[in-house]
């Protein structure tokens, strides 16, 4: 079974940064794609920012030009970092990897920008 450990999250002023990691237990090299959502307090999951096999990226527009997305493939691990915090950023973010028709999620980890 594939497990996805998140972890960096936490609270932060407007205008910090965080970086927050995603840990594979598995080859990250055998996912089609790997991305990170956010759901805010009664609010829907969206999409932040997804990575692809070939390492080319896309991001959400409300985070373009703050948030980078990477990966190490050495340590299976992907990473976002999160520059210029707004207090809209604020909720959980799941780190979530898929192989064909299989969708991976781990358990979330909590950021929260105070202003």
């Known amino acids: 079974q594939v497990q996805l450990v998140e972890s960096g999250g936490g609270l932060v002023q407007a205008g910090g940064s965080l970086r927050l990691s995603c840990a594979a237990s598995?080859?990250?090299?055998?996912?089609?794609?790997m991305a990170w959502y956010r759901q805010a307090p009664g609010k829907q999951r969206e999409l932040v920012a997804t990575?692809?096999?070939?390492?080319?990226?896309n991001y959400a527009d409300s985070v373009k030009g703050r948030f980078t997305l990477s990966r190490d493939n050495a340590k299976n691990t992907v990473y976002l970092q999160m520059n210029s915090l707004k207090p809209e950023d604020t909720a959980v973010y799941y780190c979530?990897?898929?192989?064909?028709?299989?969708?991976?999620w781990g358990q979330g980890t909590q950021v929260t920008v105070s202003s």
């Open positions: 979530n990897a898929r192989w064909l028709v299989k969708s991976y």
């Open positions: 598995t080859n990250i090299f055998n996912f089609n794609t």
């Open positions: 990575i692809v096999s070939d390492g080319s990226t």
